[in-house]
């Protein structure tokens, strides 16, 4: 699976409840900050599966190709383990 971030949403509550319900593998890191992983390679197929939870949402969705900083241990588990899953 791939890696991305999904933030910046005008509506904090729209996009924490709906990311779940579009993402088996997702983890909150914030307020309206999501981390998840998806099969495919491009972004706007993961906004496409988002926005099938209900219409459009604001936000900005960002492939991650690398990470690092300073964060919780469980959440460099999450990304470990959500990387590895078929």
């Known amino acids: 699976m791939n890696?991305?971030?999904i933030f910046?949403?005008?509506d904090v509550p729209a996009l924490d409840s709906r990311v779940p319900m579009?993402?088996?593998w997702s983890r909150n890191v914030g307020p309206g900050q999501w981390i998840v992983a998806h099969a495919?390679?491009?972004p706007n197929d993961v906004?496409?599966?988002l926005k099938a939870?209900?219409?459009?949402?604001?936000?900005i969705v960002v492939a991650g190709r690398g990470y690092y900083g300073w964060n919780d241990k469980a959440i460099w588990d999450w990304?470990?383990?959500a990387s590895r899953a078929q």
């Open 3 to 5: 890696i991305y971030a």
């Open 8 to 10: 910046g949403a005008n």
């Open 22 to 24: 579009a993402f088996p």
């Open 40 to 42: 495919s390679v491009l």
């Open 47 to 49: 906004y496409e599966a």
């Open 53 to 59: 939870t209900g219409g459009d949402i604001f936000c």
């Open 79 to 81: 990304i470990e383990n």
